[in-house]
C-alpha cells in the first residue's frame, strides 16, 4: 500500500515540476466526425485547430510504431547490424518474416517496422536496444514522458498488439509524431510509399499500407500510419503539407477504415481551406521603449486564414500576438539583444569603414604619381606645340 502512494506522489510530482511543451487554444469549429476520437494540429505552431476527444486514453494499435520508430533513430545507430532472436520470429500479425540469426540493420527493421507494419520487426528492434520487451517498455515510456512530454500514454509492447494496459490519447500521438518529423531520417521513412525488399527470405517490394499515399492519393500528403486490432478498431495517422502549412491528422477506433479515410480527409480540407502559418525568423529584431530584442528562434503561429494579426510588445520583452479584435493568439518570449553585442556591431562598422577608408588611401598613393605623369606629358606635348607656331 505505500508503495502505490509514493509511486502516485511521484507521478503527481513530475507531471508538476517536468515542463512539457503544450498545445495552444482550439479553433471552435462545427465539423463531424465518426471516429470515437481525433485531433488534428498545425505541425510548425502546434496549433490545434480540431479536437475530439483528443485526451481519452484508448488503444493505438499500430501507430505504436511512430514512437518505437524515433525512440530507435534517437537512441540506437541505425547501421548497427542486429541479431534476430527467436522472439522476434514468432511475433503475430503482420510481419517482415524475419529469421531467427539473421543478420539485419537496425534502420532496415524500422523501414520494415513502418511501412510494411513489421511486428516481428518492432520485437527485434526492443530486444537489440534494451535486450526484452519489458526493459524496453520501461525505457520507451521514460522517453516519451521526459523527451517528449506526453502525458498519458503507457505502453507495454514495441508494436501495438493487444494489451489492456497498453494505451494512450490522440493527443500524446500527435505530439509524438510532431517529434518525431523533427528527425529527417525518420521522415524519409515515415513518407516512403514503396520500397524494394530483400533479405535472408524474403524478397519483394514493399508498399505503404496507408491509402492516401497510394490507392487513394490526397494531394500534400508526406506520410501516414495505420493500424488495427479488433479492439483498437482503425487508427489513422496522417501527416500532409500545402505551401505554408503542415497539418497533422490522428484518428482513433474508426468504426470501419472507410471511415478513419473519410474523418482524415475532411479534416485535412478543413485545415488547408481555413488556415495559414505565418513565420517568424530566428534573429528578427523588435524595439519597445528604446530596448532592442530579437527572436531567439524560428518562430509559428497558426490563424484563420482571413486573419490579419497584430503584434504587441510588452515591458516584459514578450512579444503578444493579437486578432484584429485585440483577442490573444499566442505569446513568444524575446531575447534581448545586450550592449556588448550592438558595441561589437559598431566596432564591426568602424572596422569596416576603416578598412574601405585604407582601400581609398592606397588606390590614391596610386593614382597621384600616375596623374602627375600624365599631367607633366600633356604639359610636355603643348609646349612642343607652341614652339612649331
Given at each position: 500500500?505505500n508503495?502505490?502512494?509514493i509511486?502516485?506522489?511521484?507521478?503527481?510530482?513530475?507531471?508538476v515540476?517536468?515542463?512539457?511543451?503544450?498545445?495552444s487554444?482550439?479553433?471552435?469549429?462545427?465539423?463531424?466526425t465518426?471516429?470515437?476520437?481525433?485531433?488534428?494540429?498545425?505541425?510548425?505552431?502546434g496549433?490545434?485547430?480540431?479536437?475530439?476527444n483528443?485526451?481519452?486514453?484508448?488503444?493505438?494499435?499500430?501507430?505504436?510504431?511512430i514512437?518505437?520508430?524515433?525512440?530507435?533513430?534517437?537512441?540506437?545507430?541505425?547501421?548497427?547490424?542486429?541479431?534476430?532472436n527467436?522472439?522476434?520470429?514468432?511475433?503475430?500479425?503482420?510481419?517482415i518474416?524475419?529469421?531467427?540469426?539473421?543478420?539485419?540493420?537496425?534502420?532496415?527493421?524500422i523501414?520494415?517496422?513502418?511501412?510494411?507494419?513489421?511486428?516481428?520487426?518492432?520485437?527485434?528492434?526492443?530486444?537489440?536496444?534494451?535486450?526484452?520487451?519489458?526493459?524496453?517498455s520501461?525505457?520507451?515510456?521514460?522517453?516519451?514522458?521526459?523527451?517528449?512530454?506526453?502525458k498519458?500514454?503507457?505502453?507495454?509492447?514495441?508494436?501495438?498488439?493487444?494489451?489492456?494496459?497498453?494505451?494512450?490519447?490522440?493527443?500524446?500521438?500527435?505530439?509524438?509524431?510532431?517529434?518525431?518529423?523533427?528527425n529527417?531520417?525518420?521522415?524519409?521513412?515515415?513518407?516512403?510509399?514503396?520500397?524494394?525488399?530483400?533479405?535472408?527470405q524474403?524478397?519483394?517490394?514493399?508498399?505503404?499500407?496507408?491509402?492516401?499515399m497510394?490507392?487513394?492519393?490526397?494531394?500534400?500528403?508526406?506520410?501516414?500510419?495505420?493500424?488495427?486490432?479488433?479492439?483498437?478498431?482503425?487508427?489513422?495517422?496522417?501527416?500532409?503539407?500545402?505551401?505554408?502549412?503542415?497539418?497533422?491528422?490522428?484518428?482513433?477506433?474508426?468504426?470501419?477504415?472507410?471511415?478513419?479515410?473519410?474523418?482524415?480527409?475532411?479534416?485535412?480540407?478543413?485545415?488547408?481551406?481555413?488556415?495559414?502559418?505565418?513565420?517568424?525568423?530566428?534573429?528578427?529584431e523588435?524595439?519597445?521603449?528604446?530596448?532592442?530584442?530579437?527572436?531567439?528562434?524560428?518562430?509559428?503561429?497558426?490563424?484563420?486564414?482571413?486573419?490579419?494579426?497584430?503584434?504587441?510588445?510588452?515591458?516584459?520583452?514578450?512579444?503578444?500576438?493579437?486578432?484584429s479584435?485585440?483577442?490573444?493568439?499566442?505569446?513568444?518570449?524575446?531575447?534581448?539583444?545586450?550592449?556588448?553585442?550592438?558595441?561589437?556591431?559598431?566596432?564591426?562598422?568602424?572596422?569596416?569603414?576603416?578598412?574601405?577608408?585604407?582601400?581609398?588611401?592606397?588606390?590614391?598613393?596610386?593614382?597621384m604619381?600616375?596623374?602627375?605623369?600624365?599631367?607633366?606629358?600633356?604639359?610636355?606635348?603643348?609646349?612642343?606645340?607652341?614652339?612649331?607656331?
Amino acid at each position: 500500500m505505500n508503495k502505490i502512494i509514493i509511486t502516485i506522489i511521484l507521478i503527481i510530482g513530475l507531471n508538476v515540476f517536468i515542463p512539457v511543451k503544450t498545445f495552444s487554444s482550439t479553433h471552435i469549429e462545427n465539423i463531424s466526425t465518426q471516429s470515437e476520437a481525433a485531433i488534428l494540429i498545425e505541425e510548425n505552431s502546434g496549433e490545434i485547430l480540431y479536437q475530439k476527444n483528443s485526451q481519452k486514453m484508448m488503444y493505438p494499435a499500430s501507430l505504436t510504431k511512430i514512437a518505437t520508430a524515433i525512440y530507435a533513430i534517437e537512441k540506437g545507430n541505425l547501421d548497427d547490424l542486429t541479431t534476430v532472436n527467436r522472439n522476434a520470429t514468432q511475433a503475430e500479425g503482420t510481419r517482415i518474416y524475419l529469421e531467427e540469426g539473421e543478420k539485419i540493420t537496425l534502420k532496415k527493421l524500422i523501414q520494415g517496422l513502418l511501412i510494411n507494419s513489421g511486428n516481428d520487426a518492432g520485437v527485434a528492434i526492443a530486444e537489440h536496444l534494451d535486450g526484452s520487451i519489458g526493459i524496453f517498455s520501461e525505457n520507451i515510456n521514460d522517453y516519451l514522458f521526459n523527451e517528449i512530454g506526453v502525458k498519458n500514454t503507457s505502453f507495454k509492447n514495441p508494436h501495438g498488439l493487444f494489451n489492456e494496459n497498453h494505451l494512450t490519447t490522440a493527443e500524446d500521438l500527435a505530439k509524438i509524431t510532431q517529434y518525431a518529423l523533427k528527425n529527417k531520417d525518420f521522415r524519409e521513412i515515415f513518407g516512403t510509399k514503396e520500397l524494394e525488399w530483400k533479405d535472408q527470405q524474403w524478397e519483394t517490394t514493399l508498399f505503404s499500407h496507408h491509402k492516401l499515399m497510394g490507392e487513394r492519393p490526397y494531394n500534400g500528403v508526406t506520410g501516414g500510419k495505420t493500424g488495427f486490432v479488433d479492439q483498437s478498431g482503425h487508427t489513422l495517422v496522417t501527416t500532409a503539407k500545402r505551401g505554408d502549412v503542415n497539418l497533422i491528422v490522428v484518428t482513433l477506433k474508426g468504426q470501419s477504415q472507410i471511415v478513419a479515410y473519410n474523418d482524415t480527409v475532411a479534416l485535412l480540407d478543413y485545415g488547408f481551406d481555413n488556415f495559414k502559418t505565418v513565420s517568424i525568423a530566428q534573429g528578427e529584431e523588435f524595439t519597445f521603449n528604446n530596448i532592442e530584442y530579437q527572436m531567439p528562434s524560428d518562430s509559428y503561429f497558426t490563424v484563420r486564414k482571413e486573419e490579419k494579426p497584430l503584434q504587441n510588445i510588452t515591458d516584459k520583452g514578450t512579444l503578444e500576438i493579437l486578432s484584429s479584435n485585440n483577442e490573444p493568439i499566442t505569446t513568444f518570449n524575446l531575447e534581448k539583444i545586450s550592449k556588448q553585442k550592438n558595441q561589437s556591431n559598431e566596432l564591426e562598422l568602424n572596422k569596416n569603414k576603416e578598412n574601405s577608408n585604407s582601400v581609398a588611401e592606397q588606390h590614391l598613393s596610386i593614382l597621384m604619381p600616375i596623374s602627375i605623369i600624365t599631367f607633366m606629358i600633356i604639359i610636355s606635348f603643348f609646349y612642343r606645340e607652341v614652339r612649331k607656331i
